[in-house]
C-alpha cells in the first residue's frame, strides 16, 4: 500500500464549478498536510498546509483533513480556467520535515 | 527574492554519461531537498542536504549523489546514465518548517 494515495483524475469542470479532490494516506503519525499546484513545464508551488485535523480557508481554496479516516481534501469554489493544473497532495515525514511524500497528483481542466 | 533557482533547464544526456544539476535555494532557506519526477508521477524524495551534510535518502542507487556549499546552494549528481533517469529533477528549499518551496525543476532526457 502506498503511504499517500490520490485519484489521477483527468477532472474536467466548466468554469464556476466547485472542485473537490482527495488523498488518502496510511501512516497516521502524520500531522502536517500540504497541497502543491503543478503548471505544465513549471515546478510545484505551495498553495495550503494545514496542522492535524479540521479546516484552514484562503480566498477560493479550503483544505480539510480528517485525521480518524486518514483523508485529505482540497476544495475549489468558483473555479476558474487558470485553476487548471496539476494538484499534489503530500505529506512530510513524521521525523523530518525535508522529506515529503507526494501523492500521483490530479489532473485538472476548467473549461471556460 | 529570486525563489528557488535550478539550472539548466533542460538538458539532452547519453546513456551511460554523468550529469550535474545545481540549486539554489530562497534566500534564508538552509535546507535542500532533490526530488525526482516522472512523466504523470508525483515527485520522488532523493536526498536531502543540510549543514553541507547528507540528512536522509530516499530509496535511490548510490548512482545518485549530491553535495551542498557554504552558502547552501546544492548540486545533484548522476552516475551511469541509464534511460529511466530521464525526469523533471525538482529542487526544493526549506528553513526548518514544513513549508518547502520548489525551484522550476531540470529536464534531463536520456537517449
Known amino acids: 500500500q502506498k503511504e499517500v494515495e490520490q485519484d489521477p483524475g483527468p477532472l474536467s469542470v466548466p468554469e464556476g464549478a466547485i472542485v473537490s479532490l482527495n488523498c488518502t494516506y496510511s501512516?497516521?503519525?502524520?500531522?502536517?498536510f500540504m497541497w502543491y499546484r503543478q503548471y505544465s513545464r513549471k515546478g510545484p508551488e505551495l498553495l495550503m498546509y494545514t496542522y492535524s485535523s479540521g479546516n484552514k480557508e484562503d480566498g477560493r481554496f479550503t483544505a480539510q483533513v480528517d485525521k480518524s479516516s486518514k483523508y485529505i481534501s482540497l476544495f475549489i469554489r468558483d473555479s476558474q480556467p487558470s485553476d487548471s493544473a496539476t494538484y499534489l497532495c503530500?505529506?512530510?515525514?513524521?521525523?523530518?520535515?525535508?522529506?515529503?511524500?507526494f501523492g500521483q497528483g490530479t489532473i485538472l481542466t476548467v473549461h471556460p | 527574492d529570486a525563489g528557488v533557482t535550478q539550472s539548466p533547464t533542460h538538458l539532452i544526456k547519453t546513456r551511460g554519461q554523468q550529469v550535474t544539476l545545481r540549486c539554489s535555494p530562497k534566500?534564508?532557506?538552509?535546507?535542500v531537498s532533490w526530488y525526482q519526477q516522472a512523466l504523470g508521477q508525483g515527485p520522488q524524495f532523493i536526498f536531502q542536504?543540510?549543514?553541507?551534510?547528507?540528512?536522509q535518502r530516499g530509496n535511490f542507487p548510490d548512482r545518485f549523489s549530491g553535495h551542498q556549499f557554504p552558502n547552501y546552494s546544492s548540486e545533484l549528481n548522476v552516475n551511469a546514465l541509464l534511460l529511466g533517469d530521464s525526469a523533471l529533477y525538482l529542487c526544493a528549499s526549506s528553513a526548518g518548517t514544513a513549508e518547502a518551496f520548489f525551484g522550476q525543476g531540470t529536464r534531463l532526457t536520456v537517449v
Open positions: 542536504y543540510y549543514e553541507e551534510e547528507e540528512r
Open positions: 534566500s534564508g532557506h538552509d535546507t
Open positions: 501512516n497516521s503519525a502524520f500531522q502536517y
Open positions: 503530500a505529506i512530510p515525514s513524521a521525523s523530518s520535515y525535508g522529506k515529503l511524500t
